[in-house]
T-cell receptor, first 116, second 113 residues
Framework: SQTIHQWPATLVQPVGSPLSLECTVE??????LYWYRQAAGRGLQLLFY??????ISSEVPQNLSASRPQDRQFILSSKKLLLSDSGFYLC???????????????FGPGTRLTVT | KQEVTQIPAALSVPEGENLVLNCSFT??????LQWFRQDPGKGLTSLLL?????REQTSGRLNASLDKSSGRSTLYIAASQPGDSATYLC????????????FGRGTSLIVHP
């Protein structure tokens, strides 16, 4: 079966510090991968998605970046965090191709980031 | 641009009631629609996925329907239980292009014992 991992689970970082959040998926190949942010009182915001190694699309301009160094690894980074980067970061995956049952989007447990 | 609205934003009911959660979308050219639940501080859990060619999907006490022409989906929860308390989100994927779903803001459900 497939599983998705995210770490760390929680993180408290000062303004201006760097960030690295990691997401890995097991049990599948060539997944579509996604990074979302969920801020308090706001909806789910898509940040990046990837259809393959080294292929990253950005949905929202910001000081964050994403990389996909391996097929099932997705990393979210920042060189200098802002207060507005605080939020709940979620990684998700789905099988590429179809849109019916079996092609659902699945989410990881999330990382709670607090920028102080 | 696709917009997804979920009404009501919050709902509180006694245990045992049958519930209907609503999801509406502005562009009917959708490929599929997926319902999720999210417990506080947790990730999203997939509940049901309905392809555009389908009218409904069922899983246990949950039934999701889709009326693409009117831009609506409903999630029916039968005989609600306190364990059903969570936020329920729907996400719609448009036809064509990459799989980038548009999410609603969710309905926060509380089921009282």
């Amino acid at each position: 079966s497939q599983t998705i991992h995210q770490w760390p689970a929680t993180l408290v970082q000062p303004v201006g510090s760097p960030l690295s959040l990691e997401c890995t998926v097991e049990g599948t190949s060539n997944p579509n991968l996604y990074w979302y942010r969920q801020a308090a009182g706001r909806g789910l915001q898509l940040l990046f998605y990837s259809v393959g190694i080294g292929q990253i699309s950005s949905e929202v301009p910001q000081n964050l970046s994403a990389s996909r160094p391996q097929d099932r690894q997705f990393i979210l980074s920042s060189k200098k965090l802002l207060l507005s980067d605080s939020g709940f970061y979620l990684c998700a995956w789905r099988r590429p191709g179809g849109g019916g049952p079996g092609y659902e989007q699945y989410f990881g447990p999330g990382t709670r980031l607090t920028v102080t | 641009k696709q917009e997804v609205t979920q009404i009501p934003a919050a709902l509180s009911v006694p245990e045992g009631e049958n519930l209907v959660l609503n999801c509406s979308f502005t562009d009917s050219a959708i490929y599929n629609l997926q319902w999720f639940r999210q417990d506080p501080g947790k990730g999203l859990t997939s509940l049901l996925l309905i392809q555009s060619s389908q009218r409904e999907q069922t899983s246990g006490r949950l039934n999701a329907s889709l009326d693409k022409s009117s831009g609506r989906s409903t999630l029916y929860i039968a005989a609600s239980q306190p364990g059903d308390s969570a936020t329920y989100l729907c996400a719609v994927r448009r036809t064509g292009g990459s799989y980038i779903p548009t999410f609603g803001r969710g309905t926060s459900l509380i089921v009282h014992p």
